[in-house]
């Protein structure tokens, strides 16, 4: 919402006095456009208003309240953008003018126009939730858990703070500042900060199709869990089900029985036999058909994600206020559960019992520096994307810091909720906590953690709020993927997508939902881990990387400390701006070559991944990324002028930021 101008803001402003002449290459602009040029000059301009200032208040320049002085001018433009004489009005008050840069015609009409049109969000709440909401998802419950203790438990607890400070919370803080700033998608923002690398806008939306065709199936399982326990007795508790083998071995049973080598658990047949069914396929050169289950619970999530997100920000601000806050209450439910459980000390203990020496491993740094970095999510267009809907004065620095703090806490905390269970369920078996956690990833919610539910009192509740819960976390977080790709396309795209948002929307998640097919079908579980490993991982933090560079070196630091200080009124510190300009770099360059140079070994259940997968997982990953050298070259080919010049243009701001002040629009470029 804008803010009324006071009285001694537009008095001097709107006054009309009598007529003169501009010279040529004055800075006469109209419909109230406020322009900065490449000496930070501002100019202030209003319909209706043209004026000049007399030879005698040359050296008189009014302070605005944020510390620019401002003019009102009016210069035309030719069809190509050029500055023309003009007849101008001058009140004997006015300030003293410079030479600076215009945006002329229709662009100028158009980038006030989306100004103008441009939603907010109703509440403050509304934004702060939808960004939790976005970084905390299933990652948070199985991910950091497993890593915490595979890398010296407590002990790990050092690397991983030491990298959010360092790298994963200013990656965060300049992406949600950037947004806010510029007030665009993560395509069109490169016009504003360095045009060259446009092609990082193309990269990320690329990338997000790529997270939404998979991670949206794992909810299918989530959905499918959910639907199946709405059973007085949870089908995954007996041997006695049609998809069930030989080797099925209840080891909560009341008879004896003997766990051997082969031995599998109800729950894991029906992960894997009922729901995945992946003994019906061989593989990746063997996907199978179709598991019409699963494509009936993935219609259904796509369905709800698409009225939560086709009318903007205003509708999903309010899915978030249950989508958000209902994992945090089921969360402390099961902890409270989990902690009464008989051996849930030895989890805990296990979870948190530090292994110094592990710190001087340089994987675990790497695991640290990986796990801040995908948990907080800078680099898919997510944050730029919500950040650009704030007001513009809001406190991005505040909500940098709150968002991910929350973010982090419940990853610790989550560490709770799994190993109290884990360490019940080594009681049940009298084994290790070791020998029991030995799943990772979406095995150890869907196996585990379902098999020790199974066997707890009142099981069937524990079980319905604990996949509804997983269903929470992953839906928001998909209403921020879509929500990055979609902010980005209509603001390139004003004119064709703007008054069709809806319809856009439609053909996005109908795209999804096709390009999600491959992952439905009985060897889907494999297609997920190939993309889970090289579609987002290294792809995504080479896109991060690269921005980090062209906004502290191409942009400048200096600039962009500027921006934030118009917007907050006070200027990052040294410490940001180390950061910024070395600091988070060298941490994404340290991961990306880390993750290049020791390409994971892919294997899930008994199935190891050929070669030629990982040849395929890398051309997946190049193919969102090839997208910014691609633009870079299309870029220098389409600017006129030698190569010198070409490169110049194409590193220098191209379009003004229109600045929010009162009731009159200020650009600054």
């Known amino acids: 919402m804008e803010k009324k101008a006071t009285s001694n803001e537009t008095e001097p402003l709107t006054s009309k ?123 948070n419950v199985w991910r950091f858990p497993y890593i915490c203790y595979q890398n010296g438990g407590g002990a790990f607890l050092i690397p991983y703070t030491i990298m959010a400070i360092f790298g994963g919370i200013p990656l965060f803080y300049m992406e949600l500042a950037l947004g806010q700033y510029h007030r665009n998608g993560c395509i069109s923002i490169w016009r504003k900060i360095c045009p060259i690398f446009k092609g990082i806008g193309f990269a990320i939306c690329i990338i997000d199709l790529y997270v939404a065709s998979y991670y949206n199936t794992i909810m299918a399982w989530a959905f499918y869990y959910l639907v199946s326990s709405f059973t007085a007795e949870l089908p995954w508790t007996s041997c006695t089900n049609a998809w069930n083998t030989g080797n099925c071995t209840n080891y909560f049973s009341k008879d004896n029985v003997s766990w051997s080598l082969h031995s599998t658990s109800p729950a894991e047949e029906f992960y894997t036999r009922q729901v995945l069914q992946v003994h019906r396929s061989n593989g990746l050169d063997d996907l199978g058909g179709i598991s019409w289950q699963l494509t009936l619970c993935l219609l259904l999530i796509f369905t709800i994600v698409y009225f939560s997100i086709w009318k903007g920000v205003k509708t999903s601000g309010k899915m978030v206020w249950v989508t958000a806050t209902f994992p945090y209450i089921i969360l402390f439910i099961l902890l409270v559960r989990g902690a009464t459980l008989p051996g849930a000390w030895r989890g805990v203990l296990y979870y948190l019992k530090p292994e110094w020496q592990k710190l001087l491993a340089t994987e675990v740094w790497v695991d640290a520096a990986a796990q801040i970095f995908f948990s907080l999510g800078p680099g898919f267009g997510v944050l730029l994307a919500y950040a650009s809907y704030n007001k513009f004065r809001n406190n991005c620095y505040q909500d940098a810091l709150v968002t991910s703090t929350v973010n982090c806490v419940t990853s610790f905390v989550s560490g709770f909720v799994i190993f109290t269970v884990l360490g019940y369920m080594a009681e049940m078996r009298n084994e290790d906590v070791s020998e029991v956690a030995k799943d990772t990833g979406p095995s150890l919610l869907f196996i585990t953690y379902a098999e020790a539910i199974a066997n707890m009192p009142a099981s069937t509740f524990f079980a319905i709020i604990f996949f509804l819960m997983l269903l929470t976390l992953g839906l928001d977080s998909t209403f921020a993927g879509l929500e990055g790709v979609i902010t980005g396309v209509l603001d390139e795209f004003p004119h064709v997508w703007s008054k069709r948002r809806e319809l856009f929307v439609l053909g996005l998640t109908i795209v999804c939902f096709l390009g999600s097919l491959a992952t439905l079908t009985f060897g889907g579980a494999y297609v997920v881990k190939l993309f889970e490993e090289y579609a987002t991982g290294p792809a995504v933090l080479t896109v991060v990387f690269l921005e980090a560079v062209a906004v502290a070196w191409f942009y400048g630091i200096t600039q962009f400390c500027n921006d934030v200080k118009e917007m907050l009124g006070f200027s990052p510190g040294w410490y940001w701006r180390v950061c910024w300009v070395a600091i988070s770099p060298i941490f994404l360059l340290f991961v990306t070559c880390s993750f290049l140079s020791n390409p994971p070994e892919l294997r899930l259940f008994d199935y190891n991944y050929p070669y030629w997968t990982t040849v395929v997982g890398y051309c997946i990953g190049t193919s969102s990324v090839i997208c910014i050298p691609i633009y870079m070259v299309y870029r220098l080919i389409i600017t006129p002028g030698t190569l010198k010049e070409r490169i110049l243009k194409s590193i220098t701001p191209e379009t003004a930021t229109e600045i929010p002040f009162g009731d009159i629009r200020m650009n600054a470029v």
Not at 58 to 81: D, E, L, R
Not at 98 to 123: I, P, V, Y
């Open 17 to 139: 006095k009598d007529v003169s002449d501009c010279n040529e290459g004055e800075d006469c602009k109209e419909n109230r456009l406020l322009v900065r040029n490449p000496k930070s000059a501002l100019r202030l301009v209003e319909d209706g208003n043209k004026v000049h200032p007399s030879q005698g208040d040359k050296g008189a320049a009014a302070q605005i309240s944020n510390g620019y002085s401002g003019v009102q001018s009016s210069v035309p433009c030719n069809g190509m953008g050029e500055v023309e004489d003009a007849q101008c009005s001058a009140p004997a008050a006015t300030t003293t003018t410079t030479t600076t840069s215009t945006t002329c015609g229709a662009e100028g009409q158009q980038q006030l126009m989306e100004l103008e049109d441009r939603e907010t969000w109703s509440k403050k709440i509304d934004f702060l939730l939808s960004v939790i909401g976005y970084a905390v998802d299933l990652g």
